[in-house]
C-alpha cells in the first residue's frame, strides 16, 4: 500500500489498482486530495494493472471540490490537472460511487472511464447553487452522455440525480448491490473486465440535439434560475461543447469558474452554505437523538395536514387526529386526495402514493396517540385551546415522548408549564405550505432537555428540512423580523408610497414577492385578529398604522376575497383606487403629508428595518448566531438567496450607509436607533470579509 499525503492511499489487488480518497467528512476535493490523487495515478502508471478504482473511504465519494478553499488563489495541482492524469492514465479507470458525488467529485467520476455507484448514492453538479459553474469539465463532458438539452436542464438546475436515475440516464454503468466498500470493488471490478480499455468522454462527440428541445431548456433554466449571471454562463459553456474543441471549451469553462467563485455573489452563497450547516447546532451538550417511529399530529387543518404531508414523504407513519370523525374524514381525505394529485401530476409514482396512504392513520381519539414518539399539535393559535390538549396529551403519552407544538406566536414556556413534562417539549414551527417550505424553525423552551433538542433536529434533517435553533420568545426568529419589515412597509405607505412602490422596491431587491403582496397572499384578517387580541397590551407611544386595519373593515381581506393592498382580476394584482382613497383618508386622519420614496429609500427603510430587529433578536439570544438569522429570512421569508442574507449583505455595505438604514427606521418608528447594536452586530462577518480580500489578494 502506497499512502500519499495520508488523504489518497493505493493498494493493488487482485491486479487492479484501488485509489482510496479519505478526507472525512465527506472526502472534499482539497489541495492535499488532488496532490495525493495525482500521486497516486503516477504510480498506477508505473505498474502492469488490469484497472484502477478510484472509491471514497467513510460515508462518500468526494463529495466536491473543498468549498473553503474558494475565496483565494487555488493551490496546484487544480482539478482538471488530476482529471487530465486519470484520462492519460494507461489503464481504464473506473469511479465507485457511494453517499455522493456533486461537482467536483462528479466531475472526477466523469474524467474516469467508467462509474459504478451503490443504489442509495447521489451524483450532479449543484456548482450553480453556490453562484459559480462547473470548473472541471461537467459543462463538457456531461453533454456527450446526456445530450445538450438535458445537461442545460441537469446542470443549471445543480440538481441531485438518484443513482438509478443517472443509470438510466447512461451517467452511471452499473449499480453496486450495496454501498458496502466490498459491493463497490467488486462491481467495479467486474466493470472494469467487461471494458478494459480506455473510454473518455471527452473523445465522445455530443449527440446531435433536437434545436427546439436546447431552446426550451435553456429557456426554462433561465426562468428557474431567475437569470442569475452564473446561470446564463452556465447555458453557453453548455452549449459550447458541440461547437467548440473540447480543450478550448474546458479552458473557456475554467475561465468562468475562476472568475465567478472571486465574484460577491459566491461569496454569499458560500455564506449561507456554512450558515446552513452551522444553524442546525445548538449551545450546549449534544445528546444522542432518540429514535421515531411513528409520528402524532394533532388538528388537520391546513397546517396540520401540510406537517401531514411531509412526514409520510420522509416515509414515516402518521396518527391524525381530529376532533370529531367528520373532521377526521375530511383531513384524511384532503390528505389523499393532495396525493393523488402529486402521481396526477407526475411528482409521485402510485407505488409512492399507496404507501403513504397505508402510513397514515386517521383518528378522532387522542388516546390512538399512546404509541407515537413524538406528537405535533397543529390546532386553533389560542393559549387555552392549546393548554387544554396539552394537559391531556400529558396524561396519555408514553414516557418520553416528544411533545411539540406549531405555534407561531404563542409562549411555549406557558404550554409546557401546564404538563409534568416540560423537558419533552419544543416548538416546531413550520412555515405553510408545510410540506413544501424548507425552513423550521425548532424552538427551545426554558425546561427543553438537550435530548428534546436533538431528536428535534434530527427529525428535522429526516424531513429534509432546513432546521434553525431559536429561543422561546415572542415571533421566535422569523416571525419577529418579518414583524418589523411587514411594519415598516406599512409606514412608508402611510408617509407616502403606494403599495406598489413598496412591493416592486422589495422585488427589485430580490424578493420573491413584496411585503405587502405576501400579506394578500396569507389573509390581512389573520393579522388582524391577532392586532385586535394585542390592542389591550400595544404599547400607546409605539407608532400604529390603522390602514391595514381600515382594508379589512371594508372587507379586504386579500386575494382569497378578491381585493386587499390590490385588487385580485382573473388572479392577476392590480393597484386599487378603493384603496388609495383609504390610504388618503388615513393620511388625513393623522395630518400627514405625503412625500416621494425612491426605490433605495424604500430598501433602504427595510432593510434598516430588519437589521435593527435582528441585532434585537441576536442580543436577545434568540437566535444564536447571526447566520442563523440570514438562514431564516432565506429559507422562510424569501430574501433572495444569491445576496446571502440580510445580515451577509449588510456586512458588505459602507458603514454610513447602515448608519442611515438604522437612520431611517428609527425616524420611521420613532423609536430608539439600533446602529450600536447593528454594528456589533454586523462585525464579525465584516472580520469575515477583510479575512476574504487578504486571502484573495493571496496575502492571507
Ligand atoms: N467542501 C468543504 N466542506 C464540505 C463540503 C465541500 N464541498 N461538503 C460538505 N462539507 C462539510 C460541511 O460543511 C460539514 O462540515 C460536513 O462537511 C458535513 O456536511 C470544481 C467548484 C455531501 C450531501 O456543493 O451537499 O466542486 O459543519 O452537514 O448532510 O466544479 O454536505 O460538520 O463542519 O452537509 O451528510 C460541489 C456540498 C462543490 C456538495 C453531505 N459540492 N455538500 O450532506 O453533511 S463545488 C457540493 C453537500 C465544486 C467543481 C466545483 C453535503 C453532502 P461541518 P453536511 P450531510
Known amino acids: 500500500m502506497i499512502q500519499h499525503d495520508a488523504v489518497v492511499r493505493l493498494e493493488i489487488v487482485d491486479g487492479f489498482g484501488i485509489v482510496t480518497i479519505d478526507n472525512p467528512p465527506v472526502n472534499a476535493g482539497s489541495t492535499p486530495v488532488r496532490a495525493g490523487l495525482l500521486a497516486c495515478l503516477a504510480d498506477v502508471a508505473q505498474h502492469d494493472l488490469r484497472g484502477v478504482v478510484l472509491i471514497g473511504a467513510g460515508r462518500s465519494f468526494v463529495a466536491g471540490s473543498d468549498i473553503r478553499e474558494f475565496g483565494a488563489p487555488l493551490a496546484p495541482p487544480e482539478l482538471p490537472q488530476v482529471i487530465a492524469a486519470i484520462e492519460d492514465c494507461p489503464h481504464p479507470v473506473c469511479a465507485a460511487i457511494h453517499g455522493a458525488a456533486l461537482g467536483g467529485g462528479f466531475e472526477l467520476a466523469l474524467g474516469c472511464d467508467l462509474r459504478i455507484a451503490a443504489p442509495d448514492a447521489v451524483v450532479g453538479l449543484p456548482e450553480v447553487t453556490l453562484g459559480i459553474v462547473p470548473g472541471a469539465g461537467g459543462t463538457q463532458r456531461l453533454p456527450r452522455l446526456t445530450g445538450l438539452a438535458k445537461a442545460i436542464t441537469l446542470v443549471c438546475s445543480g440538481r441531485r440525480i438518484s443513482a438509478p436515475e443517472a443509470h438510466d440516464l447512461g451517467l452511471i454503468d452499473a449499480l453496486a448491490a450495496s454501498s458496502d466498500p466490498q ?29 427546439d428541445a436546447v431552446k426550451t431548456a435553456e429557456a426554462q433554466a433561465l426562468r428557474r434560475g431567475k437569470g442569475r449571471p452564473n446561470v446564463q454562463e452556465a447555458v453557453a459553456l453548455v452549449k459550447l461543447s458541440a461547437e467548440m474543441p473540447t480543450d478550448t471549451a474546458l479552458a473557456r469553462e475554467r475561465a468562468a469558474f475562476q472568475s465567478l467563485r472571486l465574484q460577491e455573489e459566491a461569496f454569499a452563497l458560500r455564506h449561507l452554505f456554512f450558515a446552513e450547516r452551522a444553524a442546525t447546532r445548538f449551545e450546549g451538550p449534544t445528546a444522542q437523538p432518540a429514535e421515531i417511529r411513528r409520528v402524532g399530529i394533532v388538528g388537520g387543518g391546513t397546517m396540520g395536514q401540510g406537517i401531514c404531508r411531509a412526514v409520510l414523504a420522509a416515509g414515516l407513519p402518521v396518527t391524525l387526529v381530529e376532533r370529531d370523525a367528520q373532521a377526521r374524514d375530511a383531513a384524511a381525505a384532503a390528505i389523499t386526495g393532495a396525493l393523488d394529485r402529486s402521481v396526477g401530476k ?51 403519552l408514553k414516557p418520553g415522548t416528544l411533545l411539540a407544538t406549531n405555534t407561531s406566536y404563542l409562549d411555549i414556556d406557558a404550554l409546557a408549564a401546564v404538563t409534568s413534562r416540560a423537558a419533552d417539549v419544543v416548538g416546531l414551527h413550520f412555515f405553510s405550505p408545510a410540506d413544501m417550505m424548507k425552513l423550521l424553525e425548532v424552538v427551545r423552551a426554558e425546561h427543553s432537555a438537550d435530548r428534546s433538542l436533538s431528536t428535534a433536529l434530527a427529525f428535522a434533517k429526516t424531513l429534509g428540512k432546513q432546521a434553525v435553533v431559536a429561543r422561546n420568545a415572542d415571533g421566535f426568529i422569523g416571525n419577529r423580523i418579518y414583524a418589523a419589515y411587514r411594519r415598516h412597509a406599512e409606514f412608508l405607505i402611510e408617509d407616502g408610497a403606494t403599495p406598489e412602490e413598496v412591493d416592486n422596491a422589495a422585488t427589485d431587491f430580490g424578493f420573491a414577492m413584496g411585503p405587502l403582496a405576501v400579506g394578500d397572499m396569507s389573509g390581512l384578517d389573520i393579522a388582524w385578529a391577532m392586532r385586535k387580541r394585542q390592542a389591550a397590551t400595544r404599547d400607546p407611544a409605539a407608532r400604529y398604522v390603522d390602514i391595514p386595519d381600515r382594508l379589512c373593515a371594508a372587507g379586504r381581506f ?43 429609500d424604500i430598501q433602504m427603510r427595510l432593510l434598516g428595518a430588519i437589521l435593527s430587529e435582528a441585532a434585537a433578536v441576536l442580543a436577545d439570544g434568540v437566535a444564536q448566531r447571526a447566520g442563523d438569522i440570514d438562514v431564516t429570512l432565506v429559507h422562510g421569508y424569501g430574501f433572495p438567496r444569491w445576496r446571502g442574507g440580510p445580515l451577509w449583505r449588510a456586512s458588505g455595505e459602507p458603514p454610513d ?20 447594536s447593528v454594528t456589533d452586530m454586523l462585525a464579525p462577518l465584516r472580520a469575515e470579509r477583510q479575512e476574504i480580500e487578504k486571502r484573495k489578494s493571496g496575502h492571507a
Do not use: N
Request: hydrophobic share 45%; aromatic share 6%; net charge negative.
Open 346 to 396: 407526475g411528482h409521485l409514482s402510485p407505488d409512492d402514493a399507496y404507501a403513504r396512504k397505508a402510513a397514515l392513520a386517521p383518528s378522532h381519539s387522542l388516546s390512538d396517540l399512546a404509541d407515537c414518539d413524538l406528537v405535533i399539535e397543529a390546532v386553533f393559535e389560542d393559549m387555552k385551546v392549546k393548554q387544554d390538549l396539552f394537559r391531556v396529551l400529558d396524561t396519555m
Open 657 to 676: 450607509r447602515i448608519a442611515r438604514m438604522c437612520d431611517a427606521a428609527a425616524q420611521a418608528s420613532g423609536a430608539e436607533g439600533a446602529l450600536g
Open 558 to 600: 386579500g386575494r382569497k376575497v378578491g381585493g386587499g393592498w390590490y385588487d385580485y382580476i382573473d388572479g392577476q394584482l392590480h393597484p386599487s383606487d378603493d384603496v388609495a382613497a383609504i390610504i388618503a383618508q388615513a393620511r388625513a386622519a393623522k395630518a400627514i403629508t405625503p412625500r416621494h420614496f425612491s426605490p433605495d
Open 183 to 211: 459491493a463497490l470493488l467488486t462491481t467495479a471490478f467486474r466493470a472494469l473486465q467487461g471494458a478494459p480499455h480506455k473510454r473518455r468522454l471527452r473523445d465522445l462527440p455530443v449527440p446531435v440535439a433536437d434545436p
